[in-house]
């Protein structure tokens, strides 16, 4: 059993950054892929990142490519995403989720374990 915990987020101008976190518990964590996810109001939810158990591997979606990227402290229980350049259309709820490879990365079905979400907030 996981559970994750996602913090960070925020009221940001265009342009700024923010850094999100997503603390897990269970001592088996380690062994799990992450990724995060965002829903803007009235929209699916649509892949961001992910990130390999080991942090060797990350995938990005080419609306964040370039601008985001993904972290991970195995020892810490905890997995980051870095967002930088942030564009007012990158506002939405972001979760994390976890699931044990191997997977799909990209899907959301893939994802046994979420957080509860940290709403981001890009100002124009």
């Known amino acids: 059993q996981v559970q994750l915990v996602e913090s960070g987020g925020g009221l940001v101008q265009a342009g700024g950054s923010l850094r999100l976190s997503c603390a897990a518990s269970?001592?088996?964590?380690?062994?799990?892929?992450v990724g995060w996810f965002r829903q803007a109001p009235g929209k699916d939810r649509e892949f961001v990142a992910a990130?390999?158990?080991?942090?060797?591997?990350?995938y990005y979606a080419d609306a964040v490519k370039g601008r985001f990227t993904g972290s991970r402290d195995n020892a810490k229980n905890t997995v980051y995403l870095q967002m930088n350049s942030l564009k007012p259309e990158d506002t939405a709820v972001y979760y994390c989720?976890?699931?044990?490879?191997?997977?799909?990365?990209?899907?959301?079905?893939?994802?046994?374990?979420w957080g509860q979400g940290t709403q981001v907030i890009v100002s124009s």
């Open positions: 989720a976890a699931a044990l490879p191997p997977l799909d990365y990209l899907a959301k079905g893939e994802y046994n374990y």
């Open positions: 269970g001592r088996t964590f380690s062994r799990y892929a």
């Open positions: 990130i390999s158990w080991s942090g060797g591997r990350t």
